[in-house]
């Protein structure tokens, strides 16, 4: 059901309860992201269940199988947005303040709900 090149499924999946769950469009985006970037991009976050969502205090966007966070700072982080907008991820979120290994994009690829979510977008921690 898992299979690809370049992320494991224990990178994907959530670290509370180790389910996986992750959009086929999605998970081709990324492989784009990571074919493009040309080398290894560490996850820090993929699919979060409820319960973790809920226990770390994070939106619910990790739940719906279509979003991830990437380690990955300064340079290479602004090469990396440039190569997910060109992927079609539509919500970046930015967090490069604080501790190196702290530093990560957020990358989403939901649809627009009008009046609610808007996209494309991007943000700041």
Same mark, same amino acid.
């Given at each position: 059901?898992?299979?690809?090149?370049?992320?494991?499924?224990?990178?994907?999946?959530?670290?509370?309860?180790?389910?996986?769950?992750?959009?086929?469009?999605?998970?081709?985006?990324? *492989?784009?992201?990571? @074919?493009? /970037?040309?080398?290894?991009? +560490?996850?820090?976050? =993929?699919?979060?269940?409820?319960?973790?969502?809920?226990?770390?205090?994070?939106?619910?966007?990790?739940?719906?199988?279509?979003?991830?966070?990437?380690?990955?700072?300064?340079?290479?982080?602004?090469?990396?947005?440039? *190569?997910?907008?060109? @992927?079609? /991820?539509?919500?970046?979120? +930015?967090?490069?303040? =604080?501790?190196?290994?702290?530093?990560?994009?957020?990358?989403?690829?939901?649809?627009?709900?009008?009046?609610?979510?808007?996209?494309?977008?991007?943000?700041?921690?």
């Amino acid at each position: 059901m898992f299979a690809n090149d370049y992320f494991t499924k224990e990178e994907l999946s959530c670290r509370c309860c180790g389910k996986i769950h992750f959009s086929d469009g999605t998970l081709h985006r990324l *492989i784009g992201v990571r @074919e493009r /970037f040309n080398e290894p991009m +560490v996850i820090s976050s =993929g699919y979060r269940c409820p319960a973790h969502c809920a226990k770390i205090g994070s939106t619910m966007t990790h739940t719906t199988e279509q979003a991830v966070d990437v380690s990955v700072a300064g340079g290479r982080a602004y090469e990396l947005l440039g *190569i997910a907008i060109e @992927e079609v /991820f539509t919500d970046i979120g +930015v967090k490069q303040k =604080g501790a190196q290994k702290g530093r990560f994009p957020h990358l989403d690829d939901l649809e627009p709900i009008p009046g609610e979510r808007i996209r494309p977008t991007v943000w700041s921690y």
